[in-house]
């Protein structure tokens, strides 16, 4: 769920409870909880209510882009507002640590031990996982004429042909930057690749508008993550889907419970609710989401994850050093715009 989307406001008001099909027992948590979230509305409103359901406890979501709700949460960080993280891009939550409290979720056995490294020693609970693909449109270009990997849109043929979000608003955008420094070198031939992509694109202010803007015809290609793409192929859109012949990540995105939250007690129920089977199991079949669990099969229609040329993505890294690529992304966009 790697989206970066304007600010939205307070989202949708419901109430939710514990995953043993009871309502939980009143002294068992403070009856409601705020969910920070750059998680689809159409998926908010999907999980919220089933949450409710099953705990009885009451939530506000607030949605927004990854990097509009860290700031949010910064500028509240000597009063917090929030309680949850949920499904954000992990890297710049990540980079947050001080945002963050410890916790380990009920099921973390069953969460996938390699999406578990660089996530702020254990402050950030890998969700689901999105390979960074390539989005063609089939109108536009044939498939023998379609980009097979990053390097391919630095050509200039593709000059204002491609669709990418903001990498400084779009936690997306931000993987497939720091996704192409892991491709090509944080040096200056990986930059040199990354300027000469940038020169060809187009930038859009959310992740949202790159799939459904290849898919309308106003983008020959894209750069955006799997799910997104997919659900444009599944909905009849005349996309193509690519997987980088020269190497892409497959970053988990993150949850985390908020330092000095008001509701910690139904924070941690929603935390862990939020990555049990259940969930999983409906965001894989409705949303084309991938989980970071070990026990949830993959979407209908994606391929295997051991088909995909993945790169050695360091999370860690990539957390670290957000502010630094954001920076030298800016002046490269300054330059050539």
Do not use: C
Request: glycine share 8%; net charge positive; hydrophobic share 45%.
């Amino acid at each position: 769920m790697r989206h970066a989307w304007r600010w939205t406001g307070i989202g949708i008001v419901a109430a939710l409870a514990a995953w043993t099909g009871q309502p939980a027992a009143a002294a068992d948590h403070e009856g409601t909880v705020v969910v920070y979230t750059a998680a689809q509305s159409t998926i908010v409103q999907a999980v919220g209510p089933m949450f409710e359901k099953k705990t009885g406890v009451k939530v506000q979501f607030v949605e927004g882009g990854t990097g509009e709700v860290l700031k949010r949460a910064e500028a509240e960080k000597a009063n917090p507002l929030g309680d949850v993280f949920w499904a954000l891009a992990a890297e710049p939550l990540a980079a947050n640590a001080d945002l963050l409290e410890p916790y380990t979720v009920t099921e973390d056995a069953k969460i996938n031990a390699i999406y578990k490294k660089g996530m702020a020693a254990g402050r950030v609970q890998p969700n689901n996982v999105t390979p960074m693909v390539i989005v063609y449109n089939k109108k536009l270009v044939s498939d023998a004429d379609a980009p097979k990997s990053w390097k391919a849109l630095a050509d200039p043929k593709w000059k204002d042909k491609i669709a990418y979000a903001a990498a400084d608003k779009s936690g997306s955008s931000y993987t497939i930057l720091a996704t192409l420094l892991t491709v090509f070198g944080d040096n200056a031939a990986g930059w040199k690749v990354v300027e000469d992509i940038m020169k060809n694109a187009k930038i859009l202010p959310s992740s949202s508008r790159v799939p459904k803007g290849v898919a309308d015809g106003e983008y020959h290609a894209g750069l955006t993550y799997e799910d997104a793409a997919m659900r444009q192929v599944a909905g009849g859109a005349p996309v193509g889907v690519i997987y980088p012949q020269d190497g892409t990540s497959v970053p988990p995105d993150g949850n985390a419970l908020i330092k000095g939250a008001k509701h910690p007690k139904a924070a941690k129920l929603f935390l862990d609710y939020a990555v049990s089977k259940e969930v999983m199991d409906l965001l894989a079949e409705k949303f084309s989401l991938r989980s970071a669990r070990t026990d949830v099969n993959p979407p209908k229609g994606f391929p295997p994850l051991g088909e995909i040329k993945a790169v050695a993505y360091d999370m860690e890294w990539a957390g670290k050093n957000y502010q630094d690529l954001i920076k030298k992304w800016q002046e490269i966009i300054v330059r050539v715009k």
